[in-house]
């Protein structure tokens, strides 16, 4: 990468995807929801409403962030997150729980798209559109070496005795930094303009009318479908790592002095740190599957199946009492999305133009928050029907009989 990339803003974009991604609570967050009393049904239900609330914010907060500024739009976000953390923090009554997954979520739909935007407006300024899928596997390689090392510090607590709710009150931290870094970004709304409710009414329905005309192309509809199935499937199915690594680690043959809560977390400090590194080199060298902007499809298509198949395959592990290859087999889910998500952030750029990008990424986010809202509860029934075997096998064979119709070509 060149020196006219590795700008002021190309070092604040990778500390902003580092210190976002220091959510001190994520390795333990399934196991924190277990342990506050609820079952794995209602579990899903509070994924699904989390999803709810995004797909209801989702199109008007992109469309605001286009006509208002993505800057503005993603401040907002940040400050609704730390709402979130302070109710995780304070109450385990579910009702509550309800209300932080809605500013959580909240968070999400204000954020989701947005920064990618940035991204690539900041790209098409400097005349580095071409760079676009290094670029953004570059900064997002930042956001996993911090999921790495949050791993390791989020272990150490948990096992010198921190519960799993104070948790929430350590990411408090890293996410008024990235309120701070955000602040200092470069302006992206119009200067000297009064925003009157008729110049925000016109910039909307200006935005509107550009948000539609993308599904006005069978190409462009098929491409949003295939990111968003895959970001939805791996959304409601990378926490069942955490049970499957607490069942790992009660059946290793070393540490048998430390009680089976220390065991875990030790466990799961290493497994999450490596994890994270490997998304880490996965994401940074991700563009060099891609053989250009039209032939990245074939990797895309490649990587669906191999992350589907990978969770369908640890399923049936589990089933035949093979925990640890269960979790080796689940890892390539996250690997694979590492790898997946910045090709299909070069595919989506080829369809949709800059001037509405944080809209279509939008569309992209609301299409996987329909697809979460309905499986994560599904997803948890089958989970406590048919065991954590039985309900990754299905729900892995499920999506992978979903692509011939999302296959890109």
């Known amino acids: 990468m060149n020196k006219i990339i590795r700008d002021k803003q ?6 902003y995807g580092f210190f976002k991604n220091l959510r001190f609570f994520d390795i333990f967050f399934l196991l924190f929801l277990k342990e506050s009393g609820l079952s794995y049904t209602s579990i899903g239900i509070l994924y699904s409403i989390r999803q709810i609330v995004i797909n209801i914010l989702e199109v008007p907060s992109g469309l605001l962030a286009d006509s208002l500024g993505k800057k503005r739009a993603l401040l907002f976000a940040f400050v609704s997150y730390v709402f979130s953390f302070v109710i ?46 290094r670029y953004y596997g570059s900064t997002r390689s930042w956001s996993q070496l911090g999921s790495a090392l949050v791993a390791l510090l989020s272990a150490g607590f948990v096992f010198w005795g921190t519960d799993y709710r104070t948790l929430f009150i350590f990411t408090l931290l890293p996410y008024l930094i990235d309120l ?19 110049f ?21 509809v ?16 990378k926490d069942y790592l955490q049970p499957l690594l607490k069942t790992a680690a009660l059946q290793l043959p070393v540490m048998m002095a ?3 809560h220390k065991r875990s977390a030790l466990l799961f400090g290493l497994v999450y740190f490596a994890l994270f590194l490997g998304t880490s080199f996965v994401s940074k060298n991700a563009w060099r599957m891609e053989k250009g902007p039209q032939q990245a499809g074939t990797p895309v298509n490649f990587l669906y199946l191999l992350g589907m198949g990978s969770v369908a395959l640890s399923g049936l592990a589990l089933y035949f009492n093979r925990p640890l290859v269960a979790v080796g087999l ?10 997946r998500r910045p090709l299909m952030l070069s595919v989506l750029s080829e369809h949709i133009d800059s001037t509405i990008m944080t809209s279509g990424l939008s569309a992209e986010s609301q299409l996987e928050t329909i697809l979460v809202a309905i499986f994560a509860p599904v997803l948890g029934l089958m989970v406590d029907h048919f065991g954590l075997s039985g309900g990754l096998f299905l729900i892995g064979t499920g999506f992978i009989l979903l692509f011939p119709f999302i296959r890109l070509r």
Not at 186 to 194: E, G, K, L, R, S
Not at 223 to 234: C, E, G, M, N, T
Not at 330 to 339: D, E, K, M, W
């Open 200 to 220: 925000v009414w016109d910039a909307f329905i200006q935005t509107l009318r550009n948000f539609v005309q993308l599904f006005r192309l069978p190409q462009t």
């Open 10 to 15: 190309y070092y604040k974009f990778c500390a």
């Open 180 to 198: 701070i870094l955000i602040s200092s970004y470069p302006a992206d709304h119009p200067i000297n303009v009064h925003y009157t409710p008729a």
């Open 258 to 260: 430390l009680s089976g």
């Open 330 to 339: 689940f890892i390539f889910l996250y690997l694979v999305q590492n790898a």
């Open 88 to 133: 995780f923090y304070a109450s385990q009554h579910f009702f509550w729980l309800t209300v932080a997954m809605f500013f959580y979520g909240t968070g999400e739909a204000f954020r989701s798209g947005t920064h990618k935007a940035i991204i690539l407006t900041h790209l098409k300024a400097n005349g580095l559109l071409g760079l676009k899928s």
């Open 222 to 237: 098929r491409a949003l479908f295939s990111a968003a199935v895959y970001i939805a499937f791996f959304k409601m199915v």
